[in-house]
């Protein structure tokens, strides 16, 4: 369903150019849970961002079911690293979570949606709170919240339990993966450790970032229960 076709990204022009991806080949088929490993610099938060239209890439192709993307697609969510800054402060819990949904669907369904991925998250209780009242793994289980409420097709996470204690990333991964696999959806998955990768994917692309400034990828198949 989301298909990268020799995609290159270069940042800047002339002498100041800086290639952060070279020519990247891969599939990713529907339902599966595919995460992007390699080391910093590598590329992979630029991958990320060419695969949800944030940013366009120099040559190649992205294209989710023989569509090209050429902007952030309905069927996409996101969760980055920085819960902080994807939380509206001055909003409740609950606005925070229906947000995208505002205008797309009725405020009755927003609601319900709303209350179930509260639910989902353990968060049944924090509605009418505002972000700066929860601890920091809280808060990234609100940005999660709000990614089940939308109901995506494909979930993007960049780094997403980078900024969070042990025990809660633990929790989160568990999470992660039970959304997952209740949901059906497609899941992209950007983070430095393998250990995190091999435990929750079924398919891992390694991202190295030699030789030189050409990045390259291999695509490796992790059989699943
Ligand atoms: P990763 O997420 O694997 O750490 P990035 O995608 O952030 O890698 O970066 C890949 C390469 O692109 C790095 O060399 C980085 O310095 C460069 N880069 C990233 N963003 C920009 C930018 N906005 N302008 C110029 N260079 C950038
Ligand atoms: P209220 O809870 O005040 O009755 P509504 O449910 O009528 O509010 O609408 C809340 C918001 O959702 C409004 O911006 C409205 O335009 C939008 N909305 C309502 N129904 C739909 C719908 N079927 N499809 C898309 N947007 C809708």
């Known amino acids: 369903m989301l298909k990268v076709t020799n995609m290159t990204k270069t940042y800047g022009q002339g002498s100041k150019a800086v290639q952060a991806i070279g020519g990247l080949d891969f599939e ?65 819990i609950e606005r925070n979570v229906g947000l995208p949904l505002e205008g797309r669907v009725h405020s009755s369904e927003i609601r319900k949606r709303v209350d179930e991925a509260l639910e989902a998250v353990g968060l049944g209780h924090c509605h009418k709170q505002y972000p700066w009242q929860l601890s920091g793994g809280m808060q990234q289980r609100v940005a999660i919240a709000r990614a089940v409420a939308y109901r995506p097709a494909i979930l993007l996470m960049d780094e997403p339990f980078a900024s969070v204690d042990a025990q809660t990333r633990a929790d989160l991964e568990d999470l992660t993966l039970s959304i997952q696999r209740n949901s059906g959806a497609t899941v992209l998955f950007v983070t430095h450790d393998v250990d995190e990768a091999v435990y929750l994917s079924d398919q891992v692309i390694v991202m190295s970032s030699a030789p030189s400034t050409v990045r390259q990828i291999v695509n490796i198949d992790l059989p699943r229960d």
């Open 28 to 92: 990713v088929g529907e339902g599966r849970f595919v995460s992007i490993v390699g080391p910093s610099g590598a590329g992979k938060t630029t991958l990320l961002k060419c695969l949800c239209g944030l940013l366009k890439p120099t040559s190649g192709s992205v294209a989710v079911d023989g569509v090209p993307v050429d902007g952030p697609p309905e069927s996409m969510a996101l969760v980055f690293q920085d819960y902080r800054a994807s939380l509206m402060p001055w909003f409740t």
